[in-house]
């Protein structure tokens, strides 16, 4: 079993819709998690970080994380075509925040 | 900002010959630097941690005398694909943190290794 698993996609959508993606892990003792959006041929930007439990949002991009289910999202409210990309979800490696375990990405594709 | 550059952005090389891509901090100090190789729709696998001034730690299953690590500066790391292979071909990306245990890493645009 991969440490974090994370479905490939692609995944489609229109213009304007809400877009969730999804990310599962199964190490308990994860409690830090952060969400990349990756173009293609580029490096990874870092999106947004959580710390433990809960939500936390930054402007159309909310990141979810439930321990109990060890569980994390990212929803994108109001999808642009901008917005198309590889969207990666990451956890430290214990030891250091920058050594990171990646899920396999989300391709996501946000058609006019 | 912090800014992560590679170089070279992508690479062809004959099968047999070494490769060596850069990745610098452009404006700050890294102490530690991570190397991470991406195949084609997968995710990024972390080979080694590159560590200022000492030996590199690679990750299990990664041969430490294939992918030689040299990291002799705050601002600089290099990766050397010693005898490349075809099945070497990858998207090889680096990343650093502004300090050590740093909450954000930042990287590089990565560099696309064509073995021929």
């Not at chain 1, 409690?31 to 433990?52: C, D, V």
């Not at chain 2, 084609?40 to 294939?66: F, I």
Request: glycine share 8%; with cysteine; charged share 20%.
């Amino acid at each position: 079993q991969k440490e974090v698993e994370q479905d490939p996609g692609p995944l489609s959508v229109p213009e304007g819709a809400i877009v969730s993606l999804n990310c599962t892990y199964s190490n308990s003792a994860f409690q830090y998690f952060m969400w990349y959006r990756q173009y293609s041929r580029k490096g990874p930007e870092l999106l947004m970080y959580t710390y433990s439990s809960g939500n936390k949002e930054d402007g159309r991009f909310t990141a979810q994380v439930d321990k109990s289910s060890k569980y994390i999202s990212l929803f994108i409210r109001d999808s642009q075509p901008s917005d198309s990309a590889t969207y990666l979800c990451a956890t430290p490696f214990s030891g250091g925040y920058n050594k990171l375990i990646f899920g396999a990405g989300t391709r996501l594709a946000v058609h006019p | 900002g912090a800014v992560v550059s590679q170089h070279p952005s992508w690479v062809i090389c004959k099968s047999g010959t070494s490769v060596k891509i850069e990745c610098r901090s452009l404006d700050f100090q890294a102490t530690t630097m991570f190397w991470y190789r991406q195949f084609p729709k997968q995710s990024l696998m972390l080979m080694a941690t590159s560590n200022e001034g000492s030996k590199a730690t690679y990750e299990q299953g990664v041969e430490k005398d294939k992918f030689l690590i040299n990291h002799a500066s705050l601002t600089l790391s290099t990766l050397t694909v010693t005898s490349a292979h075809p099945e070497d071909s990858s998207f090889y990306i680096c990343s650093a943190s502004k300090v050590p245990g740093g909450t954000e890493a930042f990287f590089g645009q990565g560099t696309r290794l064509t073995v021929v």
